[in-house]
Structures are given as C-alpha cells and as structure tokens.
C-alpha cells in the first residue's frame, strides 16, 4: 500500500512539474528558445505575487489574479527586448540572452528581497496541508488543485491551438514562419503573444512554486532543471506529453525518496537521462531530438 | 493606374545578383505568364514581388502604393498572395484548418467559394496537409492563396512535381480564377499551357527580362528563342 501512496504522491507531484514544463515547452515549441531564464521568472512571478497581496491587503488567489496580467506584459518586454533581437542573431545567442536574463532576475531578487525562504503556506491556510483520506492513501487538497490546474492550462493550450485563428497562427509561426507570412500571418506579433502566454504559464508555475513549498532569489535553477527533464521525458508527438514527462518524473523522484531521501533527485535525473539517451540513440542526434521536439503543440 | 508596377527591381542572394533591372505592369485582370529555364530569376521576381526577398533595388508599387520595403504578411494584406514553389504547406496542419488560417481579408472568396472553386479538397478537408498528393498540396496552396481574397495572385510552378492528371486537376481552376477578376502571375515550364493560360508573356535569362509581349502577339518560335536566349539582346 505504501508503494500505491508513493505513486500517488509521485503522480501529484507530476502536476507540478507539468505546470512548471508547459511554458518552457510551448516557448521552445514555438520559437525553438530554449528559455534558461524559465526557473528563475517562475520565481519571480511569485515574488511579484506576494508582493502584490501583501502590500495590497487581498487574498493570494485575487494576488494571483493581479500577478498573471504583470508576468504576460513581462513576456511581452521580454519578447521585445530580449527575444526578438536574438533570434535574428543564430541559435545560440537566445541561450545566452536568457542565461544572463536568469543572473540579472536572480541578482536583483536577491538585491531586493535578500537571501530569506519566502512561501504562502501562511497565507493560504487550510490548503497548505489538508488532504483527502481515501483508505490508506492520503490526497494533498493543494497537490490535487496544482494537478487540476495543470490539466486545465493543457486541456485550454490545446483549445486555443486546435480551434481559435490566434492558435492557427501560432501553429502556422511554428511550422514554417516563412510559409506563415505568405498566408498574412504577422509572425512578430504571433510570438509577442507566445511569449505573453507563456509568461502566464510561467506565472501559474511560480504561484504553485510558492504555495507547495517556499522559494529564494535562487531557487529558479533547480525548478529549470525540473522542467527541462519534464519536457525532455514526455518526448515528442503530443500536447499531453509534457503532463506525461512531469508525472513519470514526480513518479521517479517520490520512489528514489521512498528508498532513501538522498535518492529522490537522483532517481529523476537517472530517468531524464535514460529517456534522452534512447531518444537520441534513435537516430539523428541532439539536433534532430530538438527539431522533432520543437512541433510537440502542433 | 496600373494594379502592378515592377520597376528596376534588382535582387541578390549573397554576392550574386538574381535580378538585373527588371520591370514591368499589370493591368487589373491581365495573365501574364512567366517563363524561362532554371535560374532564370523567375521565382525570386515572384518572392520581390510578395515581399518574401528583399530587393537591393527598384520599387513594386501596387494599385500606386510602394509596398516594396513592406514585409510579406503586408502585402497579403494589400492583396498579393504567393502560391510558392514547392506548395510550402503547412504538414501537420489541416486542410481545413489551412484555408481557415490565410482568411484575412474580406472579398468574394470565402471558404465555400473556395472548395466550389477547388472541389478535390473537399473529401479531404479534415485531413493533414502532409499526408495529401502533390495534386492536392497544389489545391490547398490555391485555396490558401484564394482566401486572402489576393487582388495579385503569384502562381510559382504550379505544375512542378504533379501527374498530367493532377496538373489537369489544378489548371482546370483557372477559369474560375479569371473570371473572378483576379490579375495573375504565373510561373510555368510548360510553354504550350503557359501561352494558353496568359494574356500576355514575358521571358526571363539570367535574371533579366528577354522578351514580352501579348500572347497572342508571341510566336512559339520567338519564345523558345528567347528562353535559350538565342535572341537576348532583341527584347
């Protein structure tokens, strides 16, 4: 029963990390940036999130509600000032930008807020720790909203791409931008509106970040780690791939703990690792993983 | 005012120059024809035109409006579309999506005026585009074209790649093209289907314009003459 409790756990856990994945991979499967400022703007949407409940004097759901509108005209500055201007310049230069955009958040995070663990669990009461008891097995109320929420965020990406002329065209932009221009697609103003939308996602990410557990000017790393393995471990082919690879990591991590504690982050990283070596062993190489990576949302 | 005027357009791709001085004007409704052996210049005239390359020098002025700096999506939007070489559908998207995808401007082609226009896509319009003929892929490239309502439709080897069946299949459209009113430039190695379908003719050699005129007034002979460019200095 204890192994069915683990799984469970590790299948919540995977909402988590689903959420934290689905930004970096629609991003990428949009505009092939890898975005290694990922982890580090999900922290600060929850910087900017407590910020505006605290000083404000609301709820954090209604500090939430305030925080999404700031992180999309945030992914809209950094479509516009970061982004655009260095995918004109190669592959490689969106991996420094968003790099050295990770050191300035992580930096003035730190400058403003210091090195003190900040959370929600005080503010959102009951939540932080009530949970479901199903038999034996225990379901964590907030867990079961974070996995609930990362179903929706898929289930309405899924919606806007599949059904909505804005999702044909971010479809469109992410096929073949030359083709999409020809069809009168703005490809400009398509991937400012990515970049809005997955700052949103970045944003949910960041909220969960802070309720689930606590958060420091330098936590962003690891979450970037937990992400990138998500979308890594879902592989290619669907949307739901990315709830996939979040689950199969959560699942990973909950076991290795269940073994020994220091093997919890271990156990992820083994799979990760396991997953990319068949991938790539299929043929084609780190290039070709990416390039088929990249048409995951379309 | 003409609908089209290409003057002096010059083109490079790198160090190599595609274009030298070419010009030319269209008349609301005139099918001209585009010939010439390969690297002619032919579909990058046609990509200068729809702002997919960007001149080095020269104007595209359309219906009197210099669009030629304009990038591409803007000037779909002033009512030039591309059918490109090689179709450059999108392959995962729907046919149905496809066509829903380039309605940006308002006109008489609407969804239905399209498949009526272009009825081999109607079976198949919830399936991928990559998973359909080359006939087919032509069709959708047309109808994506259509539904930007184009004033200026760029047609760039429409017959490249398909069975005489398939090429069948998409010229039998162009009636139905002319009729809407629409100016056509056509891009086309078949010279024997390329005079039938034009109003007037121009052929290109190394990047520059060889010979025009109206079809009617071509021989067959003059234009082979000029596509081997046995009489290049007599346009």
Same mark, same amino acid.
């Not at chain 2, 004033?151 to 398939?166: R, Y």
């Not at chain 2, 079809?215 to 346009?235: C, I, K, Q, S």
């Given at each position: ?58 709820? &954090? ?47 003035? @995070? ?67 931008? =030359? ?120 | 005012?003409?609908?089209? =005027? ?55 002025? @359309? ?59 109607? &079976? ?100 082979? =003459? ?10």
């Amino acid at each position: 029963m204890d192994l069915l409790n683990d799984l469970l756990q590790g299948l919540l856990l995977g909402g988590y990390y689903a959420l934290l994945a689905s930004g970096l991979s629609f991003l990428f499967g949009v505009m092939r940036v890898i975005n290694l400022a990922h982890g580090s703007l999900a922290v600060l949407g929850a910087f900017i999130m407590m910020v505006i409940y605290t000083t404000l004097g609301i709820s &954090p759901l209604a500090g939430l509600a305030l925080m999404l509108p700031v992180m999309a005209l945030l992914g809209v500055v950094l479509q516009l000032l970061i982004l655009e201007p260095s995918l004109k310049s190669g592959p490689l230069v969106p991996l420094l930008a968003t790099f050295g955009l990770a050191l300035f958040t992580d930096n003035v @995070l730190f400058s403003v807020f210091g090195a003190d663990t900040q959370g929600f669990a005080a503010d959102i009461g009951d939540l932080s720790y009530n949970s479901w008891s199903i038999g034996p097995l225990y379901v964590s109320q907030l867990d079961t909203l974070i996995f609930a929420t990362a179903v929706a965020v898929l289930g309405g990406l899924q919606v806007l791409l599949s059904k909505t002329q804005i999702g044909r065209m971010i479809r469109a932009t992410a096929e073949d931008e =030359d083709a999409a221009r020809l069809s009168g697609v703005d490809t400009r103003t398509v991937r400012v509106c990515a970049s809005a939308l997955a700052m949103v996602m970045v944003g949910l990410a960041g909220a969960a970040l802070g309720a689930r557990g606590s958060f420091d000017p330098y936590a962003g790393g690891p979450q970037l780690i937990y992400a990138f393995e998500a979308v890594v471990i879902g592989g290619t082919g669907s949307l739901w791939g990315t709830l996939i690879g979040g689950v199969v990591l959560g699942i990973a991590q909950t076991l290795g703990g269940s073994i020994d504690t220091h093997l919890t982050e271990i156990a992820g990283h083994t799979v990760f690792l396991a997953v990319l070596i068949v991938r790539l062993g299929r043929g084609g190489g780190i290039g070709s993983y990416f390039r088929t990576l990249r048409m995951r949302f379309v | 005012m003409s609908l089209l =005027d290409v003057k002096g357009l010059q083109a490079r791709h790198g160090l190599l120059v595609a274009l030298h001085d070419v010009s030319l004007s269209l008349e609301a409704g005139d099918v001209l024809a585009i010939v010439g052996a390969n690297g002619a210049g032919k579909t990058t005239l046609m990509r200068s035109i729809a702002g997919a390359h960007k001149p080095s020098a020269g104007k595209v002025l @359309l219906n009197g409006e210099d669009v030629t700096n304009l990038p591409a999506h803007k000037h779909v939007r002033r009512g030039i579309a591309l059918v490109p070489e090689g179709r450059r559908l999108f392959p995962d998207m729907t046919v149905k999506d496809t066509l829903r995808l380039a309605a940006c401007r308002k006109g008489t082609w609407s969804f239905d005026a399209v498949l009526e226009a272009l009825p081999q896509l109607l &079976p198949v319009l919830n399936r991928k585009a990559g998973h359909l003929s080359g006939g087919q892929q032509q069709a959708v490239a047309i109808g994506r074209a259509l539904m930007t309502n184009p004033e200026l439709l760029l047609l760039d080897e429409l017959s490249l790649g398909l069975s005489p069946v398939a090429v069948e299949g998409v010229y039998d459209a162009m009636p139905r093209l002319k009729s809407a009113g629409t100016t056509i430039i056509l891009v086309e190695q078949d010279l024997r289907r390329a005079m039938a379908a034009a109003t007037h003719v121009m052929c290109m050699l190394e990047g520059r314009v060889v010979l025009s005129g109206r079809a009617g007034e071509l021989t067959r002979e003059a234009v082979m =003459d000029a596509y081997f460019g046995l009489n290049r200095h007599a346009a």
